[in-house]
Nanobody
Framework: HVQLVESGGGSVQAGGSLRLSCAVS????????LAWFRQVPGKEREGVAA???????SYATSVMGRFTISKDNTKNTLYLQMDSLKPEDSAMYYC???????????????WGQGTQVTVS
């Protein structure tokens, strides 16, 4: 069973930065595709950034140049560095894992519980 636990959310002023972390079950970071999604109430879950085992990172147009996805295989952790934050970035952020790369499509097999980001 794959477990993902997000942390690092919080409240920040526009223009500020946050780094989200996602602790992942051992071995998964090296072998699964990983991604960050976000969702606001009443809207569909939106893919933010994804990274595969061999594939280069992909980003939603709305965050390109501001967000960076990365992973640390030794720490079993996925990260999302968020810079130049805007109020429209406010959402619940989720990390997700899937056995193969599927980019920003939301059909990932495993999901975390989410961490809230609020930008004012």
């Amino acid at each position: 069973h794959v477990q993902l636990v997000e942390s690092g959310g919080g409240s920040v002023q526009a223009g500020g930065s946050l780094r989200l972390s996602c602790a992942v079950s051992q071995g998964i970071v090296k072998t699964y595709a990983l991604a960050w999604f976000r969702q606001v109430p009443g809207k569909e879950r939106e893919g933010v950034a994804a990274i595969g085992v061999y594939e280069s990172p992909s980003y939603a147009t709305s965050v390109m140049g501001r967000f960076t996805i990365s992973k640390d295989n030794t720490k079993n952790t996925l990260y999302l560095q968020m810079d130049s934050l805007k109020p429209e970035d406010s959402a619940m952020y989720y990390c997700a894992a899937h056995p193969w790369f599927r980019g920003l499509n939301p059909g990932y097999q495993f999901w975390g519980q989410g961490t809230q980001v609020t930008v004012s």
